[in-house]
């Protein structure tokens, strides 16, 4: 059984990529999204493909799905009726957050409203405090109120929050069971399970909006589990969560919210596998897609966690790849502000009508447009596909901007695409100049459609001098979920000092959250030797209300990680206190507020690298006139990247095509093939 | 359309530099953020960061800025250049605080200002503004009422050089620390401003590489200009005519009850002209303005109304023409108080926003909760035996607008700072908090309903503590729009043992709480917009349902039988 497939879900096209491990065989397909009912064209496509390429269902390991089901469900607001049972006197808690407004200077937007309705939210009795203790013991009859109204209320989907549940699940506990008792047709969620954390209202929000996805998740994971029962019996299918690895379906089911960012990390996940096939263990990822561009600063092939997050307008804290996003892409639109400077983007033209070159009715002047008037896209269109683009159509879209501005359509097609390289220099220096990484230690991960179009000038302003470009770059999502591991994260959440009697308070938790590993490891099957646990602390100054977190190193296959002393605990802390905030004062005390276990399951991967193509000195498949400076063009040749053999060489100008991108070697930059058939280019001094 | 003359700059390359100078204030900002040492800074925000030019004019403010620092950073380098005019140095770092000398709002904001030369020739200044947690003066924190002097709020510091030619002048450094409370804290929140003025200057030296300084020099008017045309078409579009409004102050603290502001707008084709005259004189208590905090508050009006986007530089603060008369509420003489100047440009606004709802009926709202809403609970921590203060600002209901209702339990205008969780107040201090919500029936009627108030019960545990606070629109309540009604008064209670409930003062001081008594916040809600019989049936439905509103309310506020 060699064949492990990633299939990645977006909002046109679903993507297919399946490697034999056994071979290092790589199968790409594609085909259109079917958005109303995602598993539809998962199905069809992984039947087709089937059928296409001769994998028997007998050789196929395991599927590793991303979905943006979630994502989805939450942006159009398609979830389920919420009910939320809370302690009494704070039901209002979910509606003031943190009483910001989102806009410092706008008086017309607001937060968004909550998830649940006020009415649905129902209090009742009862305490716990800060050390766990029950001030107000839950009553049966209050319990049982509770949840006749919930239910009663017609909730689809019930969530329980408590103030201190993360110190004390008990009370949550004991309303879940009652729940359940009355009935198995509604979904519980209970804030003690999905995040237990402190800070009641993100824990709170993170909880509802996972009880909000849950029917959703629920019909839609049903019918993708018996669909693919039928097709693959008995195949091993796990799905993709924001942390950057594989959950089960029955965990996905459970904390549908885990999936909701989880789109772009598989691009990171993927991109990092690249990283270490070029051996290049720093990068910056730069994933350009239509509508918005993804950036992440890896380090050590290890991609950064960031907690706190948001999806539609709601706080989600939960562990999540840690990518920055901007409104920047291929259909972003070119346009002059009311102070008269150009703009490009946030504004989409989408994937319907598309920029104007795509000839579906669309007038205004995109990213692509650009490319195509500056030959930098081929007007054929992308290779082997059947839509070619209009350059009359984009020139026109952009006539009347180059008129105002009194330059040639050219020149200002050059610029507006040398403005949006501004608006992803900036990104890329909030990932890392801003968090003390130099760019120029770090090569560029370009991938998306459009990545590898505007990656060079985006290295050129940030003084990086090399950029990689993966073998598949419009696919590397689906590429990365197939190169991901299972992981579950667990947490204990309480202030322990670091003082004399820590190592005596925290042995408990740290027991505690081993064994909910060890549990995890076997319920999913996971070999001894396949497994791994991290753990990270998060700690900060007493008095200070921002925690850092502290990762301590990795206790594989059946090595334990232990913790070490309060003092060398204290020591790291001061290390990362120094790494984030350039000091740190060695005479104040410390404290920790979480501690954090990773468990991760290593699943069989890759053995062998794509084979190479078939060799020969690299011919170009056509010339054409390509603008890199505003006012000339170059005679540039175009190459086939499938022709393209390791070892190749290319020195710039050049323009290599594929079915799913197109890479621009600008003058005097050498792109060269590796073995793995990425494309590294040598930024030119 | 000609071709561009090579002088001036065009709209894609303005776009890429101006770009390039947003990236240098936003991680100046950053890096204060990150070096800082306080809590105040690190996580509250409480800071800005921006770019002036050599005439001193604001060209880029770093985007997390907050509105209220935007008149202190111009006043703080008119006084700069009236003082040293040709005495400004390579290696210069200047600081400032004083409202009165030195073109602050209050004494906790101090100002760094830094000059960036290239060849030899001044070509801009880095800056940036800090709140200090403590400065000084007779009380912890440096912002309690009850004074009537500046001195009494602390260490004043005119327009001085703390480095000289790149040299640290230690004796005034040393004066500055000595003055404060937790030194060693001020200390590090020093040295974060004068990193921030040093990494913009590192940044604003590469893009005068890339760029040359002679072109970024003619972008910095390029932009302020082109600001100033685009808020003034904004200003064309609103018909002539002359807009008054007039609200009052609940209390300074010490006497003075119902302090007028007022305000005479005068649009005329692209011009505005704000006439305080007729507003109060100064008063004995800490909500007095000067000139620059009333100049902030109008800048914030006109942008928040006319065009939110708008970038926030000089070319905003270039637009109005302002009048306010010496020795008033809104331009005070020295030596008035002015710690707690916000509420006060709270309430300037509302005026501003009152005046101009017949001119912009559209982007108007009815008055907001128009506060700042303080409460204070200090003690000592029976666990540890240690002192502690927490000091937290509540929001209230935002305004009922033209096209929605107003938000309930939210900061409004010139403030968005953040609640602490219960979770972290239950854990770090000895208090509990009994009850976290909304005020029912506290946001105007309307067409579009004003936002309601908030309220928290805080008690003591496990000993007693003393409660401080400070409240506004406690007398006078959140007015409507447009045939809106008003929204509820904000009031603080004290509540006894038994339950019983005594009401206090709007800024209370020192009230003690034994263990076992509590603590009721209610803060004010707001206005609503449009007639109450206009509003929608399902509006109403939601209303009733939501159970923010009682039936009793309803039916006295709304024409058609609510209750049915």
């Known amino acids: 059984m060699p064949w492990l497939i990633g299939i990645d879900v977006g909002g046109t096209f679903t993507d297919f990529y399946a490697l034999n491990t056994a071979d290092g065989d790589v199968r790409l397909f594609k085909r259109p999204s079917t958005p109303a009912n995602p598993a539809e064209a998962i199905v069809l496509g992984l039947r087709d493909m089937m059928d296409a390429t001769g994998i028997a269902p007998a050789d196929v390991a395991r599927l590793s799905h991303g979905t943006t089901v979630a994502t989805n469900a939450l942006i159009q607001r398609r979830g389920g009726k919420v009910a939320l049972i809370t302690t009494e006197g704070f039901r209002d808690l979910i509606e003031i957050g943190r009483q910001t407004r989102p806009h410092m200077f706008s008086l017309q937007i607001d937060s968004p409203a909550p998830l649940v309705e006020r009415e649905h939210r129902f209090e009742i009795a009862e305490r716990v405090l800060a050390d766990g203790s029950v001030e107000t013991p839950l009553e049966d009859n209050a319990i049982e109120a509770a949840v006749g109204e919930a239910l009663g209320a017609g909730a689809e989907a019930v969530a329980v929050s408590f103030l201190f549940a993360y110190a004390n699940p008990v009370h949550e506990a004991e309303v879940g069971a009652a729940l359940r008792r009355a009935t198995n047709a509604v979904p519980v969620s209970l804030s003690s399970e999905v995040q237990p954390e402190f800070r009641e209202f993100e824990r709170t929000s993170t909880t509802v909006l996972n009880a909000y996805l849950q029917p959703v998740m629920d019909r839609y994971l049903g019918y993708l589990e018996s669909e693919i029962a039928n097709l693959l019996p008995g195949l091993n299918v796990g799905i993709y969560q924001s942390s950057g690895g594989l959950m089960s379906l029955e965990t996905a089911r459970a904390f549908p919210v885990r999936s909701a960012l989880s789109g772009p990390a598989a691009g990171v996940v993927g991109a990092i596998h690249t990283a270490r096939q070029s051996g290049r ?297 120094t790494q984030h905030y350039g000091f740190h004062n060695p005479d104040d005390a410390v404290e920790v507020v979480n501690l954090r276990l990773t468990a991760t399951g290593a699943l069989r991967h890759a053995a062998a690298a794509p084979k190479p193509a078939t060799a020969g000195p690299p011919k170009p498949s056509a010339h054409r006139s390509v603008f890199f400076d505003p006012n000339a063009a170059v005679e540039t040749p175009i190459y086939d990247r499938a022709v393209l053999s390791a070892g190749t060489e290319i020195v710039g100008p050049a323009i290599i095509e594929q079915l799913d991108a197109t890479t621009l070697v600008h003058p005097g930059d050498t792109a060269r093939v590796e073995d793995a058939l990425n494309i590294l280019i040598t930024v030119a001094a | 359309m000609t071709q561009a003359s090579p002088t001036t700059l065009d709209p894609i390359t303005l776009e890429i530099i101006s770009n390039g100078l947003r990236s240098v204030a936003d991680e100046a900002f950053v890096a204060l953020m990150r070096s800082a040492y306080s809590t105040n800074i690190k996580e509250r925000r409480d800071h800005s960061t921006a770019i002036m030019d050599p005439a001193g004019r604001l060209v880029v403010q770093a985007e997390m800025s907050l509105p209220i620092h935007l008149a202190s950073m111009t006043g703080l380098m008119a006084s700069l250049l009236k003082k040293f005019g040709n005495d400004i140095k390579q290696g210069d770092i200047f600081v400032a605080n004083d409202p009165h000398v030195a073109g602050g709002t209050h004494l906790p904001d101090v100002n760094m200002a830094m000059p960036i030369f290239d060849d030899g020739r001044l070509v801009a200044f880095m800056c940036n503004i800090a709140h200090h947690a403590d400065i000084g003066g007779m009380a912890p924190g440096s912002m309690a009422g009850g004074m009537s002097e500046i001195y009494q709020e602390g260490l004043r510091i005119p327009v001085v050089k703390l480095f000289r030619e790149g040299v640290l002048q230690d004796d005034l450094f040393e004066l500055m620390l000595l003055n404060v409370r937790v030194p060693e804290e001020r200390r590090g929140d020093y040295f974060a401003q004068i990193a921030a003025c040093r990494l913009g200057e590192r940044r604003l030296h590469e893009l005068f590489e890339t760029h040359g300084a002679v072109a970024i020099g003619g972008a910095f008017g390029e932009i302020i200009e082109r600001t100033s045309e685009r808020l003034r078409s904004a200003i064309a579009e609103l018909p002539n005519g002359v807009y008054r409004f007039e609200d009052v102050m609940d209390d300074d603290g010490l006497g003075a009850v119902d302090i007028p502001i007022k305000v005479e707008i005068t649009v005329k084709g692209d011009a505005i002209r704000f006439d305080f005259t007729g507003s109060a004189k100064q008063v004995k208590g800490n909500i007095n303005l000067t000139r620059n905090a009333t100049e902030a508050a109008v800048a914030y009006s006109l942008k928040a109304l006319l065009d939110p986007d708008v970038p926030n530089n000089q070319g905003v603060l270039d637009v109005p023409e302002i009048v306010i008369p010496k020795g008033t509420l809104l331009d005070a003489n020295f030596p008035a108080p002015v710690a707690a100047r916000a509420n006060t440009s709270q309430r300037i606004i509302d005026v501003v926003i009152g005046a101009l709802a017949q001119a912009c009926p559209d982007e108007a709202v009815a008055a907001a909760n128009g506060a700042n809403t303080t409460a204070v609970f200090s003690g000592t921590d029976p666990r540890t035996g240690r002192n502690y203060v927490y000091l937290e600002t509540l929001g209230g209901g935002f305004g009922g607008r033209a096209t929605h209702d107003g938000k309930d339990g939210v900061q409004v205008h010139i403030t968005n700072t953040s609640n602490l969780p219960v979770e972290s107040i239950e854990t770090e201090y000895p208090l509990r908090v009994d009850a976290y919500s909304f005020v029912e029936d506290s946001g105007g009627p309307g067409r579009h309903r004003g936002g309601l108030g908030l309220k928290r019960v805080i008690r003591p545990v496990g000993h007693d503590c003393i409660f401080s606070g400070a409240g506004e629109r406690f007398s006078h309540k959140p007015w409507g729009l447009f045939g809106g009604g008003e929204g509820g008064m904000g009031q603080f209670h004290h509540q006894g043992a038994d339950g019983t409930l005594t009401k206090l003062a709007n800024k209370p001081n020192d009230i003690q709480v034994a263990e076992g008594e509590a603590v009721i916040v209610e803060t004010p809600g707001a206005g609503g917009y449009g007639p109450a019989d206009e509003r929608a049936e399902e509006d109403l439905a939601r209303d009733r349902t939501s159970g923010k509103f009682s039936d009793d309310y309803l039916k006295a506020n709304y024409r058609r039988d609510a209750a049915e």
């Open chain 1, 281 to 577: 263990p720093n990068i910056i990822t730069f994933d350009l897609g239509g509508t918005s561009a993804d950036v992440a600063l890896i380090r050590n092939y290890d991609a950064g966690v960031s907690f706190d997050r948001e999806v539609a307008g709601f706080p989600v804290r939960l562990p999540m790849v840690d990518i920055h996003t901007v409104g920047a892409g291929g259909g972003s639109i070119a346009w002059f502000d009311r102070d008269g400077l150009l703009k490009v983007g946030p504004i989409s033209a989408g994937a319907d009508p598309g920029p104007a070159c795509y000839g579906q009715g669309g007038d205004q002047p995109t990213v692509t447009d650009a490319n195509l008037i500056l030959g930098r896209l081929s007007p054929g269109g992308l290779v082997g596909g059947d839509m070619p683009l209009d350059t009359e159509l984009a020139r026109g879209a952009f006539a009347p901007i180059a008129e105002r501005l009194g330059f040639s359509v050219e020149h200002t097609a050059h610029g507006a695409l040398g403005i949006l390289v501004a608006n992803i220099v900036r990104a890329i220096r909030t990932v890392s100049v801003e968090k003390g990484h130099d760019p120029r230690d770090y090569a560029l991960t370009a991938f998306g459609g459009a990545g590898a179009l505007h990656a060079g000038e985006v290295a050129r302003s940030l003084g990086v001098t090399e950029i990689i470009v993966p073998f598949a770059p419009g696919i590397l999502c689906a590429q990365g979920l197939i190169v991901s591991d299972l992981k579950e994260d667990f947490v204990h959440s309480a202030r322990i000092a670091l003082d004399g009697q820590f190592a005596a308070e925290i042995a408990p938790a740290f027991a505690d959250l081993t064994a909910r590993a060890d549990e995890w490891f076997e319920a999913q099957g996971i070999d001894p030797d396949a497994r791994a646990l991290t753990v990270a602390l998060d700690m900060r100054y007493i008095g200070q209300n921002f925690e850092l977190p502290v990762v301590l190193g990795h206790g594989n296959g059946s090595g334990r990680p232990t913790l070490p002393s309060p003092d060398d605990l204290r020591e790291r802390f001061f290390a990362t206190h």
